[in-house]
Nanobody, 124 residues
Framework: QVQLVESGGGPVQAGGSLRLSCAAS????????MGWFRQAPGKEREFVASFTWSGSTTYAGSVKGRFAISRDNTKNTVYLQMNSLKPEDTAVYYC??????????????????WGQGIQVTVSS
C-alpha cells in the first residue's frame, strides 16, 4: 500500500498558477505510475494527468498546454504545475498511485491508492 499526501492547494485568481505536490511512501516510488484527478461538486472524479514509471506523460484535453506533471524519484514526490488557471479548474485534486497495472490510467479504477485530496479554488 502507498501513502499519499497532497499539498500546495488553495485559492487563486483566474490566470494565476499553483503547484501541487504529492509525497509518497510505502513502496518503491520509481516503480509506480502516478496520476492526478479532480472532482468538482456534483461531478464525477475526472482524470487530469499521469506520469508512468517509464517516463510517459498523459493529459486530459481540458488541461493540456496549461498543466504539467513531473516527478522527482529521489524525493518520492509527484508535482502538478497548474498555469493559466480558470474558474472551471476549481475542484478537489487527488493524487493517486497505480501499482497493480490493471484498468485504464484514464480511470479512477486504474489506481490503487489515493491521497486525501486538496482544494483548489479559482476565482474570476
Amino acid at each position: 500500500q502507498v501513502q499519499l499526501v497532497e499539498s500546495g492547494g488553495g485559492p487563486v485568481q483566474a490566470g494565476g498558477s499553483l503547484r501541487l505536490s504529492c509525497a509518497a511512501s510505502g513502496r518503491t516510488f520509481s516503480s509506480l505510475t502516478m496520476g492526478w484527478f479532480r472532482q468538482a461538486p456534483g461531478k464525477e472524479r475526472e482524470f487530469v494527468a499521469s506520469f508512468t514509471w517509464s517516463g510517459s506523460t498523459t493529459y486530459a484535453g481540458s488541461v493540456k498546454g496549461r498543466f504539467a506533471i513531473s516527478r522527482d524519484n529521489t524525493k518520492n514526490t509527484v508535482y502538478l504545475q497548474m498555469n493559466s488557471l480558470k474558474p472551471e479548474d476549481t475542484a478537489v485534486y487527488y493524487c493517486a498511485a497505480r501499482s497493480r497495472g490493471t484498468g485504464s490510467i484514464w480511470s479512477p479504477q486504474g489506481y490503487d491508492d489515493w491521497g486525501q485530496g486538496i482544494q483548489v479554488t479559482v476565482s474570476s
